[in-house]
Antibody, heavy 122, light 107 residues
Framework: QVQLQESGPRLVKPSETLSLTCTVS??????????WNWIRQPPGKGLEWIGN???????NYNPSLKGRVTISVDTSKKQFSLKLTSVTAADTAVYYC???????????????WGRGTLVTVS | DIQMTQFPSSLSASVGDRVTITCRASQSISTFLNWYQQKPGKAPNLLIY???SLQSGVPSRFSGSGSGTDFTLTITSLQPEDFATYSCQQSYSTSYSFGQGTKLEIK
C-alpha cells in the first residue's frame, strides 16, 4: 500500500533553511487525483497547513508563511520537498507530509499521512 | 484567511457516553469540512470528509453534521480507543486551515 516517509535534518540553526523530503512508496506522485502537502504541529499545539503541490508543479502556500516556503516535486524519484528559509525557534515542530485526495469532484482532504519528523530550531 | 475555532478545547467523558465537538468557521465554507483524530505521538487520521461522509474503515459511531459556518462531530457510545484529540479542517479555500483541536479525556 502507499506510504509516505519524511526525511531530513532534525536540527537546524536559527536563520538557516529547513529542508525536508517526503518519499512516496507503493504509489506515484504523478496523478491528477492527488496533491501533496506539508503540515506541521508545534509541540503541544494544533496543526498548521504549510502548503501543497500538484504533480504539474502548481503550488499553494499558507499566506502566513509565504515568502519563506518553497515546495517542489520530483516525479522520477517519487518525492516532494519542503524548504523553509530564515527559521526561528517558532518553526520548531513535528513536520508531516500528507496526501490530499478528493471526493464528489472537489471535496479535498488529507487521507494519508507520514509518521512525522520533529525538527528543532536551535 | 478562514479561521477555524473549536469548542470545547478539552472534554472529559466516560466510556459509553455520547459526546459532541463543535467547529465554527469565520465565514461560510458550505460543507468543505473534514474531521481528524490524533493520538499522542501519531499522525492524524481522517474520520469525516465533506462534513458528513464517513471515511472508509471508520466506525459508524462517528458522525458529522453542519454546513455554512457551524459543524459538529458526534461520537456515540465512546470506546476506550476514542480518547484522543480531534481537529477540524476546512478545504473551502485553497489555503487550508485547521481548528486548534479538542482533547477528549477519560473522566
Amino acid at each position: 500500500q502507499v506510504q509516505l516517509q519524511e526525511s531530513g535534518p532534525r536540527l537546524v540553526k536559527p536563520s538557516e533553511t529547513l529542508s525536508l523530503t517526503c518519499t512516496v512508496s507503493g504509489g506515484s506522485v504523478s496523478s491528477s487525483s492527488f496533491h501533496w502537502n506539508w503540515i506541521r504541529q508545534p509541540p503541544g499545539k494544533g496543526l498548521e497547513w504549510i502548503g501543497n503541490i500538484f504533480y504539474t508543479g502548481s503550488t499553494n502556500y499558507n499566506p502566513s508563511l509565504k515568502g519563506r516556503v518553497t515546495i517542489s516535486v520530483d516525479t522520477s524519484k517519487k518525492q516532494f520537498s519542503l524548504k523553509l528559509t530564515s527559521v526561528t525557534a517558532a518553526d520548531t515542530a513535528v513536520y508531516y507530509c500528507a496526501r490530499g485526495g478528493y471526493s464528489y469532484g472537489h471535496y479535498w482532504y488529507f487521507d494519508l499521512w507520514g509518521r512525522g519528523t520533529l525538527v528543532t530550531v536551535s | 484567511d478562514i479561521q477555524m475555532t473549536q469548542f470545547p478545547s478539552s472534554l472529559s467523558a466516560s466510556v459509553g457516553d455520547r459526546v459532541t465537538i463543535t467547529c465554527r468557521a469565520s465565514q461560510s465554507i458550505s460543507t468543505f469540512l473534514n474531521w481528524y483524530q490524533q493520538k499522542p505521538g501519531k499522525a492524524p487520521n481522517l474520520l469525516i470528509y465533506a462534513a458528513t461522509s464517513l471515511q472508509s474503515g471508520v466506525p459508524s459511531r462517528f458522525s458529522g453534521s453542519g454546513s455554512g459556518t457551524d459543524f459538529t462531530l458526534t461520537i456515540t457510545s465512546l470506546q476506550p480507543e476514542d480518547f484522543a484529540t480531534y481537529s477540524c479542517q476546512q478545504s473551502y479555500s485553497t489555503s487550508y486551515s485547521f481548528g486548534q483541536g479538542t482533547k477528549l479525556e477519560i473522566k
